[in-house]
């Protein structure tokens, strides 16, 4: 097993035909990521990725010619939003939001009915996910990962494959790895992720990676205290970042106390994970769990 | 992105809240006309005169002084204009006050406090006031947390009578202030949800003795990501008030924030780049910078960040980590060659590289001639970048 994404996952691309859909969707399907459609509006009817990727205007349509379950989008901040919307009104149960730069208020209003509709949404502003041989919904560089039995949460993109890199270095593989990413609003947060792999009986260790800012990695430590059997090792980055300048990405700013990298490791400690100080001893920490 | 005091009540009036008014100067010269202006337009004697920089506690830094006549207003603005503000926002270094607003006066009667901001844990707007207006907010919500009232907007809606009535009660006005009071609220909330605002905070608003509510000051931020539906706003933006290393890095797309220690560091992505800083810290040493070239690094993003970095005169090595993932490791070891030898090598250079084709990475740096402190892994960059600074100091 794994979570989310596996072998059955039949997937749109939404902005196929755009220098990074195109990029990607050859990077995806050379994985083994079963790409069935793309959308993109205006083009329906031509054929993308050297004439093998049937396009649709709409998702609605892709979905009804192609059968679908799951989309990854790849369109320009400013329509990003629209895009998710369109997707969960068309009855996509797996969305993964790979551009960067969306406006927090469209966000607020796409979240709102993905969460109404009981949809998974990953992302925004994040590289997606990887069910490690059987389907990459992202731009992470397979060639990384291994097959085994850690599953890898991160709210950063190159932060997942420093912490991938290391567990492979010392010797274990990955169910799952995914990037959260670090916008004020995003889909699945590390609460629901943690959840979903202490659920997943291939999964027998969690690696949750977090920054400054928000209180999401609070709000999963404390659930985790309650609820998770499975070890996790905790890393958060920015204990040396000032208070009040935002560290690139959009929701990385300290804002209150509880918003610190030495407020949130305090805390996760206090609820069972195994935090480390140094991103370098994350592999370490875990191969020492396990 | 922040804006002035005066440019938010400019904003804040279009929306029909009633503000504290006035004209800005940027030239002395202009002082004498522009204060009898305020005072012919809003007959009155009295006004104040008030510093314009991106930092809160005016006040006390001494940027904002009443004046009850033209004398004073005068000698107020002379002394203001031009002058380096310190507040707690500043730092000690300060801020050059290049903009004087000067105002209308009131006869206050209450102080208040408005505020509408995200709540990333609810995913949803909330909207607080309280009745310690005036008043440093944090504290307040330390000391006394039941002073402040909440409520959250469904982001399917706009803030609705019935919330905007609960926000007017929480601040125990006299009934005839209630309506008014309701129509600021939902204005302010309409003007930051329209103009894609991530904080609007209104502190001071104020009870005058003439019974009105007024807002007496006003502070923004946008939304940097919305900008391009609001060109407005972004006409708004004044470079003198950001950092001119963090601007130049902008222009090249380079995420760039300066810090106080000597470890220059050059990383793709903002998690990475953070977990650099935070290991050269453990390993004894203090980042100089956080610097994130992104996901499309190549040669040339590279070699502009080298010159960013060496703008720092306390920067005594250089430590590259990135782990190529879309990024090519072979492309930026030309990057870091060429840079190299263009820019010529000021510093030590330790380079961690990982990833997409980091193999043929290492061998174009040890090929290159160029004198590169290669390193193996996370901890091994650190170390490197820590004991060059050490060696430079002997």
Known sequence: MSIIVNKETKVIVQGITGSEGTFHSTQMLEYGTNIVAGVTPGKGGQKAINNTIPVFNKVSEAKKEAGANASIIFVPPAFAGDAIIESANAGIQTIVCISEGIPTRDMIKAKDIVDEKNITLIGPNCPGIITVDECKLGIMPGFITKKGNIGVISKSGTLTYEAIYQLVQNGMGQTTALGIGGDPIIGTDMKKAIELFEKDNETNGIVVIGEIGGTMEIDAANWAKENASKPIVGFIAGQTAPSGKRMGHAGAIVSGGDETAKAKMDIMEKCGIHVCESPAEIGKKMKEII | ?394
Not at chain 2, 113 to 138: H, P, Q
Not at chain 2, 182 to 207: A, G, Q
Not at chain 2, 213 to 225: E, G, H, T
Not at chain 2, 350 to 365: D, F, Q, S, Y
Request: with cysteine; net charge negative; aromatic share 6%.
């Open chain 2, 1 to 394: 992105m922040k804006i002035h005091e005066y440019q938010g009540k400019k904003i804040l009036s279009d929306f029909n809240v009633p503000i504290q008014d006035g004209y800005v100067i940027e030239d002395i010269k202009l002082a004498e006309q522009t204060i009898k202006q305020v005072q012919k337009d809003f007959q009155t004697q009295d006004v104040i005169v008030k510093a314009q920089i991106h930092a809160g506690g005016r006040g006390k830094g001494g940027g904002v002084k009443y004046s009850p006549d033209f004398k004073t207003a005068l000698n107020h603005t002379k002394n203001i204009l031009g002058m380096n503000l310190v507040t707690h926002q500043t730092g000690e270094e300060g801020k050059k006050v290049n903009k004087v607003y000067i105002t209308e006066a009131f006869d206050i009667k209450k102080e208040y406090y408005a505020a509408i901001t995200l709540d990333r844990s609810k995913k949803m707007d909330v909207f607080m006031v309280s009745t310690e207006g005036g008043m440093n907010i944090e504290d307040v919500a330390k000391e006394t947390p039941e002073k402040i009232i909440k409520v959250w907007i469904n982001p399917k809606e706009y803030l609705t009578d019935e919330k905007a009535m609960e926000l007017a009660l929480g601040l125990e006005l006299r009934d005839k202030l209630i309506k008014p009071c309701i129509n600021i609220f939902k204005n302010m909330y309409k003007c930051y949800k329209d103009m894609d605002s991530s904080l609007l905070e209104i502190n001071p608003l104020v009870e005058t003795e003439q019974e009105e509510i007024v807002a007496l000051d006003a502070k923004f931020n946008f939304d940097s990501n919305a900008l391009f539906r609001h060109k407005n706003i972004l006409d708004m933006r004044d470079l003198t008030e950001e950092d001119p290393l963090e601007l130049e890095a902008s222009k090249f797309d380079l995420n760039y924030v300066k810090l106080e220690g000597n470890v220059g560091c050059m990383v793709n992505g903002a998690g990475l780049a953070m977990a650099t800083m935070d290991i050269i810290k453990i390993s004894g040493g203090e980042p100089a910078n956080f610097l994130d070239v992104g996901g499309k690094a190549n040669a040339e993003t590279i070699k502009n960040g080298f010159k960013i970095i060496l703008n720092d005169k306390n920067v005594k090595v250089i430590l590259i980590n990135i782990f190529g993932g879309i990024v090519r490791c072979d492309r930026v070891a030309n990057g870091v060659v060429d840079a190299v030898k263009d820019l010529g090598l000021k510093v030590p250079v330790v380079v961690r590289l990982e990833g997409t084709n980091a193999e043929i990475a290492k061998e174009i740096l040890s090929n290159s001639g160029v004198e590169i402190i290669p390193a193996n892994n996370l901890e091994d960059a650190a170390i490197k970048s820590v004991k060059a600074t050490l060696k430079e100091k002997n």
